[in-house]
T-cell receptor, first 114, second 113 residues
């Protein structure tokens, strides 16, 4: 089954403790991205990747890092999480960044930073 | 990407058609109209997209006004599973795009049995 998977689905952590949220897709997609969803602010893009070893900042990249060493994986790294990063995170992928390619979203990771 | 305006919420009865409107008066000639939906506790899901002509797929139909300043997503027979927030999104298609979808507040659709 074609899908985007994320782990963990739920995470409660404390300020400053480094964490990684994994994202993996099995559709051989070139384009992957991370969004965060907050009440009243909708979904906003954090980082995106056009292909392996090519990543770039989205609209709200502060406090996050990403890497794209393999085509299927695109982990989101929070080196020193803070309470304002408490949010619902979604990973997405598509064949390319072009508009005619639909984007597939993962099930989400709910992160709480105390 | 241009801005869209959608009603905050709509209600429908099960097995009846639903017409979800979207206004995009500042749409440019190269903006595609996309619809995504987000079911409760799930990630967004692609529904349909179009440029000028009406489009149909297994999930829905998209009717685009002749002047392209508005569009309507049509669910032909609403089911309880269609209860979700529906987002109308405009996306310009150019090679330098960062590929992000700009989600507004969307329309929360409730379906009554």
């Amino acid at each position: 089954e074609a899908q985007v998977t994320q782990n963990p689905r739920y995470l409660i952590t404390v300020t400053g403790k480094k964490l990684t949220v994994t994202c993996s897709q099995n559709m051989n997609h070139e384009y992957m991205s991370w969004y965060r969803q907050d009440p009243g602010l909708g979904l906003r893009q954090i980082y995106y990747s056009m292909n392996v070893e090519v990543t770039d900042k989205g609209d709200v990249p502060e406090g996050y890092k990403v890497s794209r060493k393999e085509k299927r994986n695109f982990p989101l790294i929070l080196e020193s999480p803070s309470p304002n990063q408490t949010s619902l995170y979604f990973c997405a992928s598509s064949l390319s960044q072009r508009t005619y390619n639909e984007q597939f979203f993962g099930p989400g990771t709910r992160l709480t930073v105390l | 990407d241009a801005k869209t305006t959608q009603p905050n919420s709509m209600e429908s009865n099960e097995e009846e058609p639903v017409h979800l409107p979207c206004n995009h008066s500042t749409i440019s000639g190269t903006d595609y109209i996309h619809w995504y939906r987000q079911l409760p506790s799930q990630g967004p899901e692609y529904v349909i997209h179009g440029l000028t002509s009406n489009v149909n797929n297994r999930m829905a139909s998209l009717a685009i006004a002749e002047d392209r300043k508005s569009s309507t997503l049509i669910l032909h027979r609403a089911t309880l599973r269609d209860a979700a927030v529906y987002y109308c999104i405009l996306r310009d298609d150019y090679g330098g795009s960062q590929g992000n979808l700009i989600f507004g507040k969307g329309t929360k659709l409730s379906v009554k049995p």
